[in-house]
Nanobody, 115 residues
C-alpha cells in the first residue's frame, strides 16, 4: 500500500503561482511514475503531469506553465504552477503508477484560481 501526504493547495489570483508537494510512503522506486491528476468542477479527472525515471509528461494545457520535479530519496513529487488561470481550478490528486495508469491516489488538495 501507498500513503500520501499532500500539501500546497490554496487560493490565488489569475497569474499567480502555487507549489504542490506530495510525499508518498511505501514500496516505491524511481521506476514508478509519480505525478498529478486533477478534477475540475463538472469535468472528468485528467492527467496534469507525471514523471518516471527522469522523464516527464505534461498535459498540453499546462505545458510551459507547470513544472514537475521529484526527490527520489524522499519519495516526494512537486508541482510548481505558474501563470495560473481560472480553468486551473480543480482538486489536484497525487498519484503513483506502476504502469501507464495510476494505481494509488492521494486524498486531493484544492486549488482555486479566482479574481
Amino acid at each position: 500500500q501507498v500513503q500520501f501526504v499532500e500539501s500546497g493547495g490554496g487560493s490565488v489570483q489569475p497569474g499567480g503561482s502555487l507549489r504542490l508537494s506530495c510525499a508518498a510512503s511505501g514500496s516505491i522506486n524511481s521506476n514508478y511514475a509519480m505525478g498529478w491528476y486533477r478534477r475540475a468542477p463538472g469535468k472528468q479527472r485528467e492527467l496534469v503531469a507525471t514523471t518516471r525515471a527522469g522523464n516527464t509528461n505534461y498535459a498540453d494545457s499546462v505545458k510551459g506553465r507547470f513544472t514537475i520535479s521529484r526527490d527520489n530519496a524522499k519519495n516526494t513529487v512537486y508541482l510548481q504552477m505558474n501563470s495560473l488561470k481560472l480553468e486551473d481550478t480543480a482538486v489536484y490528486y497525487c498519484i503513483v503508477a506502476l504502469g501507464l495508469l495510476p494505481n494509488y491516489w492521494g486524498q486531493g488538495t484544492q486549488v482555486t484560481v479566482s479574481s
